[in-house]
């Protein structure tokens, strides 16, 4: 074979065994790895980057799967490192492995397969959907490992994989076994967790570490932008929908305008133009379509070429001198990558640090040209920034529900109150006058007991 494997790719395949989790970080060649293991575990090839003496093809000829994401399926990376193999998704070619390379959408398809082996790239086993319960048929029948970057943040996360191989029964005997629910939520809430040695033990099992040294470094900065205080407050205190003019309804629908106030504020792409002054080519994160919209723009202001990738488009990275690639976080967080460029920006905040590491991988690889890579993620001092802020750095997953669950409640029905009203009124003519009300604004709690009251009486 024409390529050295690194000395953490050799432990790994040493290492990997059947119904593992290979853990690496985005970037260390765990596609690679994985399919060393296949060629010389599996296929009972030999390779001189393991050991062997000369490089010779397989001996068994198993049939090989890779469920992945569907842009990594689209852009033919997993068939372009099987090459590197001899390995082609052509049973006539090459040494006459059969591959088939698929998206987790379709995994339903292969729930019949058996005596493969199954490569599971990055890790979506999570729940007991429909992906899970294809997982766990497709697991008995055949040999499988899972790659993932980031494999769990809870025991609950870990379950499909303890289940399919063997030390657990059924999801129930888990939660049953080492699940302690909260007594005091309305709905099924898990407090903590029990008997974790056992699951330590079993985690340790399955897990195979690719510790990696890189040669890149990472440089985040956190780039302020302004917002419209004014707007943001008449969302975040006084419930008001300012784009709909109407109370607002819900909580999920507060977080939601108060998100489109902060995101859609001009200053973030005043923000980016200075940015793409120092990095004339560059990756920009966004979650929502308006805010695709603005960005948009960028191409005619800097007579430059945009391609997207989202749920409508998918369109490769520009080839010119300057470019901006625009990714949507959930399209595209994951299972591509770009080593002509060294910076990224983060126009809006995902609620998972999860997904951020995912994206900022797509620049950190072991092939990139660059040593120093630029994050700029663009935050504001509005109070849902940095709520998202703070869960994100902390390795959370930002809640809604948690953070508003002292709140009063919202208005029924189609959320008209004449608290509401009242106190957008007050504020709105507070803020027009430059005058503050003689009584201060009363509590959400007090506002709320009084509308009971009232109504009782």
Not at 22 to 48: C, D, E, P
Not at 81 to 87: C, D, K, L, S
Not at 333 to 338: Q, T
Not at 385 to 401: G, P, R, Y
């Amino acid at each position: 074979m024409s390529f050295q494997l690194k000395p953490h790719q050799v432990k790994a395949v040493k290492e990997i065994h059947n119904g593992c989790v290979v853990k690496g970080g985005v970037g260390t060649g765990k596609s690679v790895t994985a399919l060393a293991y296949y060629y010389t575990a599996i296929a009972a090839g030999q390779l001189t980057t393991l050991g062997a003496e000369s490089d010779t093809l397989p001996v068994d000829h198993v049939p090989l799967y890779i469920v992945t994401t569907s842009k990594k399926r689209d852009d033919r990376e997993w068939e372009a490192e099987a090459a590197r193999f001899g390995i082609s998704s052509s049973s006539s070619d090459g040494n006459g492995v059969p591959l088939v390379v698929d998206s987790w959408n379709n995994i339903q398809k292969y729930v019949d397969v058996e005596n493969a082996f199954f490569i599971f790239d990055e890790q979506r086993l999570v729940g007991s959907g429909a992906w899970v319960k294809a997982f766990f048929k497709i697991a008995k029948a055949n040999r499988w490992i899972v790659l993932s970057a980031t494999p769990g943040d809870t025991w609950l996360d870990y379950a499909p994989i303890f289940i399919a191989n063997g030390y657990f029964k059924n999801r129930s005997q888990f939660l049953r076994e080492h699940v302690v629910y909260s007594n005091f939520s309305k709905f099924p809430r898990i407090d903590r967790y029990i008997e974790t040695d056992r699951l330590e033990a079993y985690r340790r099992r399955v897990l195979v570490e690719m510790p990696f040294e890189r040669h890149t470094v990472r440089r985040p900065s956190d780039i302020v932008v302004s917002h419209d205080e004014v707007l943001f407050e008449q969302v975040w205190s006084d419930r008001w929908h300012v784009y709909e003019d109407r109370p607002i309804r819900d909580v999920a629908e507060m977080f939601a305008v108060a998100r489109r106030v902060v995101n859609s504020d001009p200053a973030r792409l005043n923000g980016v133009m200075r940015l793409m002054e120092k990095h004339p080519r560059l990756i920009i994160f966004y979650n929502f379509n308006y805010e695709l919209d603005m960005l948009r723009t960028l191409g005619t202001t800097f007579n430059i070429p945009v391609a997207e990738w989202n749920g409508h488009k998918h369109e490769p990275v520009p080839t010119t001198e300057k470019w901006v690639y625009l990714v949507q976080y959930t399209a595209g967080a994951e299972g591509w990558n770009c080593i002509t460029t060294d910076a990224m920006v983060f126009w809006s905040q995902t609620y998972s640090w999860k997904v951020k590491e995912q994206a900022k991988g797509r620049i950190d690889r072991m092939n990139t040209p660059f040593v120093d890579l630029y994050y700029y993620s663009l935050i504001s001092t509005a109070k849902i920034d940095q709520l998202i802020s703070k869960a994100v750095k902390l390795k959370k997953v930002f809640n809604e529900k948690a953070v508003s669950k002292n709140w009063a409640p919202f208005p029924d029905g189609e959320g008209d109150s004449p608290i509401v009203h009242e106190r957008a009124e007050l504020r709105r003519e507070a803020r027009a006058t430059g005058v503050r009300p003689v009584a201060p604004f009363p509590n959400q709690r007090a506002e709320a007991e009084r509308q009971r009251l009232a109504e009782a009486a």
